[in-house]
C-alpha cells in the first residue's frame, strides 16, 4: 500500500480547477464532498437569499457551496452559505475573511461541521457568526462573537451583525 504524500494549498488548487468533483482541503489532503439532499439545498438557498436582500445595500457578497473559503494555508471549505463584507476576494476562486458562515448539517457531515470546521472558522478573525442549521430539529446553533470570544446559542432566531439582520427558522424553512 503506498501512503498518499501532502499536497500543497497550491497544488490543491491547481488540481481543484480541473476536478471534475468538488473536494475540500484539510491539512495537505483533499476530501470529496458529500451530496446534498432537497431539503438541505432548499434550506441554503432560503438562507441565502435572505441574507442577499439585507447585504446588497451594505456591498457585502453572498455565496452559496461553489465558492471556496481557503482559512490560511491549513484548510479549503464550500460552506453552504459565506457573507463577506470589505474588499474583494483576493482570488477569483476564493475568499479569505468572512463574516458570516452557515453550515446546513446532514447525517454524513454533521460531525465534521461541528468540530473541525467550527475550529477553523471560528480562527477567522473577520468572522462574526458561524451557524449551523439543523433540518431534522429545525434548531439553529449559532456561534457568535462577543466581547469575551464565541458563545454557543441555540434557538429558533439567530442574528448577523455584518447584515444587521435577525433570521428565524421560518426565513430557513420556507417552502
Not at 446553533?141 to 470570544?149: D, H, I, K, S
Amino acid at each position: 500500500m503506498l501512503a498518499r504524500k501532502p499536497l500543497s494549498l497550491e497544488r490543491y488548487l491547481e488540481e481543484e480547477a480541473e476536478s471534475p468533483v468538488k473536494r475540500e482541503f484539510y491539512r495537505g489532503f483533499p476530501y470529496a464532498m458529500a451530496g446534498a439532499s432537497a431539503l438541505h439545498n432548499r434550506v441554503a438557498l432560503n438562507i441565502a437569499a435572505r441574507f442577499l436582500e439585507a447585504a446588497r445595500p451594505r456591498g457585502c457578497r453572498v455565496y452559496m457551496s461553489d465558492m471556496k473559503l481557503r482559512i490560511r494555508d491549513e484548510a479549503v471549505y464550500y460552506p453552504d452559505v459565506m457573507v463577506v463584507c470589505g474588499e474583494g476576494p483576493p482570488h477569483p476562486y476564493y475568499e479569505e475573511a468572512p463574516c458570516a458562515v452557515v453550515e446546513v448539517l446532514s447525517p454524513a457531515t454533521e460531525a465534521l461541521d461541528r468540530r473541525e470546521k467550527r475550529a477553523m472558522y471560528l480562527s477567522l478573525d473577520s468572522l462574526q457568526v458561524y451557524l449551523l442549521v439543523d433540518p431534522e430539529r429545525r434548531r439553529f446553533t449559532a456561534y457568535r462573537l462577543t466581547p469575551e470570544g464565541f458563545v454557543e446559542e441555540e434557538g429558533e432566531e439567530v442574528d448577523v451583525p455584518c447584515l444587521d439582520l435577525r433570521l428565524t427558522l421560518e426565513d430557513a424553512f420556507r417552502l
